[in-house]
């Protein structure tokens, strides 16, 4: 791991502790988890947020105020957003992507579940996305999360990966595989 990412990542497991902790505590962890979702979505969603929480110009002041409106407009559990204000006065937001990963797997740990990280060129339909995972909870033998993202450049299949384990079904992989196996030929 590159010692930027090692940074973030020490610096996002102890603020997600904290949040998760707290929200253990007070018995909000079905909150916690409907906010961690939401957030992850907004920040998937808005390259503004994304912006504002990675820019060195922007001031703590504005983004502390940025991250209030977002939580506040969300809806964010206490918790949650007194830990986003925190760390923005602390100019930390910068590892929220992170921080939405550890509280995805302090959460998905304490209700015994496994996440599985699922990319596909469509979007999954809610028969799909049951379907695989009650596929991967026989495989896993636990309940299985799915975080799933569209790629379309895979134009087929799907890239599973629970844990270390990774599948590759995609159309682009096997493409690959042909054209590698075809230069080896000729």
């Given at each position: 791991?590159?010692?930027?990412?090692s940074?973030?990542?020490?610096?996002a497991?102890r603020?997600?502790?904290a949040?998760?902790?707290?929200?253990?505590?007070?018995?909000?962890?079905?909150d916690?988890e409907?906010?961690?979702?939401?957030?992850a979505?907004?920040?998937?969603a808005?390259?503004?947020?994304?912006?504002v929480?990675?820019?060195?110009?922007?001031?703590?002041?504005?983004?502390?105020?940025a991250?209030?409106?977002?939580?506040?407009?969300?809806?964010?559990?206490t918790?949650?957003?007194q830990?986003l204000?925190?760390?923005?006065?602390k100019?930390?937001?910068?590892?929220?992507p992170?921080?939405?990963?550890?509280?995805r797997?302090?959460?998905a740990?304490?209700?015994?579940?496994?996440?599985?990280?699922?990319t596909?060129?469509?979007?999954?339909?809610?028969?799909?996305?049951d379907?695989?995972?009650k596929?991967?909870?026989?495989?896993?033998?636990k309940?299985?999360k799915?975080?799933?993202?569209?790629?379309?450049?895979?134009?087929?299949g799907?890239?599973?990966?629970?844990?270390?384990?990774?599948?590759?079904?995609?159309?682009?992989?096997?493409?690959?595989?042909?054209?590698?196996?075809m230069?080896?030929?000729?």
């Amino acid at each position: 791991m590159s010692e930027p990412a090692s940074i973030s990542s020490g610096i996002a497991d102890r603020y997600a502790t904290a949040i998760f902790e707290l929200s253990l505590e007070n018995k909000k962890l079905n909150d916690l988890e409907v906010g961690v979702d939401g957030l992850a979505a907004a920040l998937d969603a808005s390259a503004d947020l994304r912006e504002v929480i990675s820019s060195p110009v922007i001031s703590r002041a504005d983004q502390g105020k940025a991250i209030t409106a977002v939580a506040d407009k969300m809806g964010l559990p206490t918790e949650l957003a007194q830990g986003l204000g925190v760390m923005a006065a602390k100019r930390r937001l910068f590892v929220l992507p992170h921080l939405i990963a550890q509280l995805r797997a302090l959460i998905a740990e304490e209700k015994g579940e496994v996440s599985a990280d699922v990319t596909s060129a469509k979007a999954l339909t809610k028969t799909q996305n049951d379907k695989l995972a009650k596929t991967l909870k026989a495989r896993v033998g636990k309940d299985v999360k799915i975080n799933a993202t569209v790629d379309e450049s895979l134009i087929g299949g799907l890239i599973v990966k629970v844990g270390s384990k990774m599948i590759d079904t995609s159309i682009r992989s096997k493409l690959s595989s042909l054209q590698s196996s075809m230069k080896e030929v000729g």
